[in-house]
Structures are given as C-alpha cells and as structure tokens.
C-alpha cells in the first residue's frame, strides 16, 4: 500500500475509535482481564480464579498482553490502549486488502472499508457480539487474522493461510474453526455438491455426549444467545436476511463479472447452510444442550463482516461514485446513528477511557479504591447482579479492582456456559446471595462463615453497621467484622 492508504486507513481507525468508544474494562473484558493480572502478578486472586482461568487456559491472549507489558514497561491500560488501536487498524487493513480482490476502482475499495469501520459495534444478529468490541480481547485479534486469512485463501496462497489460521487457533480457537471451514469453502466450492454439505451438517450429530451437570440447565437459561430457537423473530431475520443479500450480491457478481465476489458470496451461503442447521439441531435436542456453548450461531461473524464490506464496495462503485455529497449523505447518518447507541450504552462513563484518566463513573471509583487500598488476599461479595445495575454500565469487578469475588450471575455465568463442571459450584455461590438487596448484617457474616468473604461492596444506604473506609453517590466499601 501506498502512504496516503496507510494514512487513509489510519484516519479510519482513529474516526471509529471516537464513533464506537472505548471502555477497557466492560463486558467481556470481566473475564479476559483478570487472566492477564494474574499472569503478571501471580499473588493476585487467590480465591475464585477458575472462573476466568478456564478461559485463560484455552488462549495465548493473556501471555501475549502480559508479555507486551513486561516488553514495554509501560502501564497495563496504556498497553491495551495501543493494542485496542491496533486491532482496529489491522482489521480494517485487512479488509482493504479483501476488498482490492473484489473491486478494481479505489472508490468502491474505500467505500467497503469506511463502511465496515462505521458498523464495528452493530449487533450481531442475537448472538451477543459485535463486530469489533469496544475493549480489546482475543475477537479483537481473530477478527483482523481471519481476514488475513481468507485473503491468501483467495490469492490461494495456502501455506500462509494455514499459518494465520493456526495463530487464530491459538488466540481463540473457536473462531478459528468458523474461519477454516469458510476457507475450505473458497478452496473446494466448485466441487461442493448436495451430499457434501448433507455429510456436513450430520457428522456433529453421530455421537452422544454425556449429559450436563443439572445446574447447568439454568445456566443455559440465562444465556438465549446460544440456543437460535430462543432467538426473538427480529433476531431470525439478521439470519435470514444477510444470506438472501449475500444470494443477491453474488447474481451481481455474475452480471457484472466480478469472479473473486461471487465465489467468496457462494462459499458464503454455503457455509451458513452448514452453521444454522448445526445450531437449531444445537437448540432442540437436549442431549446437544451443553454443546450448544460452541455457539455454530457465531459463524454470522463472518458473514456480517464481508456482506457489509461487499455492501460497500458496489454502494461506493454503482451509487456514491466520485459524488462528495451522496458519501455525506450516507455515511453522517450512520456514523451519527452508531456513536448515539454507544452512548446509551455507556452513559455513566466517559466515551472513551483514556489510559489515566480518572473515571467519573461512582462504580469504577469504588472498585479503583479497592484496587489500591485493600490488601491482595481480600474476598470480596457484591451484588451478584451489579452489572446489570443501573450506572454501573457492565463494568468489571475483578478487572478494575484486581480482588476476588464471589461468583455473580452475570460474567461468571458465561464461562459457566462455557465449562459446565463449574456450574454446581456457580449455583451455590449465586444461591447464597440470592435476596442480595435485602441483606443485614447476620447474613453477611454468613458469607464469611460460608465461603471465607471479608470484604463487600454494598449500594447506597442498604447498609449499616458496618466499617466502611469508603463511600460515595452510589456504593459503600464495607468490611466485615
């Protein structure tokens, strides 16, 4: 690429990251983040770990990040801020790179990619994901080395596709495995037949598996993103309808003679008549209940990604041309659109979490407090449902304070979703703070009785008689006696 494309590519990351925000510690980040403090501080965590060690086994993530720190001697957050940018850009680098298979005009290659970079945080049908996270995580390296991936599989530069696949497995080996088998779509479509994709669907199915524990029934409850046939009908037509537009670019494709289009638009559709089958059979058959977790639903993560790039690319070749205003007119109210959502999403915190910068949000200072006022073996209990709360805006525990915490009903369940041996003791721990608003003094020195708590984080004022070193707005830091 030439430096004005780098520099154009450069605009685009640092023009999403103000669109879509950045909250390094939300969601996701719950699980994925304590992995990476444990590894660099191994006191840390004593008590609860295997609730996001689990994850942390299965990924080269935390000792990628970890090791980038050590590297650099910079600060944790500065190092996932510059991770965080990265990933954006090497993401929609390698969709400029895919989009130059597909369109031979410049217009229509920058089309494609300004409209991905404007959709990064659009749902996912129901599948509980975006394109790209607004905080860095293993989906934040996957997304941009599948790319890279289907782009040697389209030059058919096989060995290099192999190797970007088998980094991908070792950063997050689900998605791996959606990108492989699309790969060996692009490589076999042309002989792919009726009865290689009736072989496909049914070979998942030719095994019976050993029945999870019952705990993890309501586990699976609370998670309807796994399971399609618990989607909403509007989640069914993000299914439907990306595959009839796929269908429709690729009879583009063949009308206007665009090949590498409508072979990746064929393989497209044929790998989600693999995908969506697997994942209702997923949904309907108890004995498939714990398997469900492999989520064939996030197969769509490809499929979002390339209709809106190949979206773009014939909007910006057959529509916006070289005509300023028709580009301003599609793509202010997109951009607008998206960065109002992301407000509302977040709307105690700040936009974008600068590295530094001291939070406003009562929650985040509560937990920053802890972090550095607490001792490293302090056992904490909140709310198990606190991010969830009003304000609270899904910011982690576990990663902002860096303490242990009893298991709560909102993160911890999704990695019990993912390793169903942890559920019976999930379900106790849940169960014991079950009535949490509610709670006196007795029944927290039962938690401590129990399960060896000593310190809570409580809402404003349902707590009394209690130390409390800290206080503000919303929360009380309080610790048992």
């Known amino acids: ?20 925000g950045y909250h390094p510690w939300a969601e996701d980040a719950e699980i994925y983040l304590p992995g990476i403090e444990k590894t660099l501080h191994p006191q840390l965590f004593p008590h609860n770990a295997e609730f996001f060690e689990a994850h942390e086994k299965s990924t080269l993530y935390p000792n990628l990040i970890a090791g980038s720190v050590r590297l650099t001697h910079l600060p944790l957050d500065v190092v996932l801020f510059a991770w965080h940018i990265a990933s954006i850009f090497l993401f929609l680098l390698a969709c400029w790179m895919l989009s130059a298979r597909c369109f031979a005009s410049r217009r229509a290659r920058w089309a494609a990619v300004a409209l991905v970079a404007a ?38 530069k096989y060995v290099p596709a192999g190797l970007l696949m088998l980094v991908t497995f070792a950063i997050h080996p689900l998605m791996s495995v959606f990108t492989f088998s699309y790969c060996a779509l692009l490589v076999l479509w042309p002989r792919f037949d009726r009865r290689t994709t009736t072989l496909a669907i049914a070979l998942p199915f030719g095994v019976t598996f050993a029945p999870p524990p019952e705990s993890y029934h309501l586990v699976a409850l609370s998670h309807p993103f796994h399971y399609i046939t618990r989607w909403h009908w509007y989640e069914w037509l993000g299914v439907v309808g990306p595959l009839v537009i796929v269908w429709w670019f690729s009879r583009i494709a063949k009308s206007r003679q665009i090949p590498n289009l409508g072979m990746m638009c064929t393989a497209l559709i044929l790998y989600e008549c693999v995908y969506i089958p697997a994942a209702i059979v997923l949904s309907v058959v108890p004995r498939f209940e714990a398997l469900a977790r492999l989520a064939p639903v996030r197969s769509l993560f490809l499929v979002y990604v390339l209709m809106f790039l190949f979206a773009g690319g014939l909007i910006g070749e057959y529509i916006l041309k070289n005509h300023f205003w028709r580009w301003l007119v599609l793509f202010i109210p997109i951009c607008a659109g998206m960065f109002f959502a992301q407000r509302a999403l977040f709307p105690a915190s700040a936009h974008i979490a600068w590295p530094g910068v001291r939070s406003k949000n009562p929650w985040v200072q509560a937990f920053v407090w ?112």
């Open 370 to 481: 802890i972090r550095d006022n607490t001792p490293n073996d302090a056992y904490f209990a909140l709310n198990p449902q606190y991010m969830n709360l009003d304000g609270e805006d899904e910011q982690g525990f576990r990663a902002i304070a860096q303490r242990s915490q009893l298991a709560d009903a909102v993160k911890d369940s999704g990695a019990v979703s993912m390793f169903p041996i942890m559920a019976d003791e999930w379900l106790r721990q849940v169960q014991a703070q079950d009535r949490w608003q509610h709670f006196q003094l007795q029944d927290f020195q039962k938690l401590k009785a129990d399960f060896g708590v000593t310190w809570i984080v409580a809402e404003q004022p349902n707590v009394t008689g209690l130390d409390c070193p800290y206080q503000n707005s919303t929360v009380k830091v309080c610790r048992l006696p």
């Open 119 to 156: 959709l990064l945080t659009i749902p996912i049908a129901g599948t509980a994901l975006y394109i790209l996270d607004q905080y860095l995580n293993p989906r934040s390296f996957s997304a941009f080395l599948s790319i890279f991936a289907i782009v040697k599989c389209v030059d058919r």
């Open 1 to 20: 690429m030439k430096p004005k494309d780098l520099s154009i590519l450069l605009l685009l990351t640092l023009g999403a990251l103000l669109i879509h």
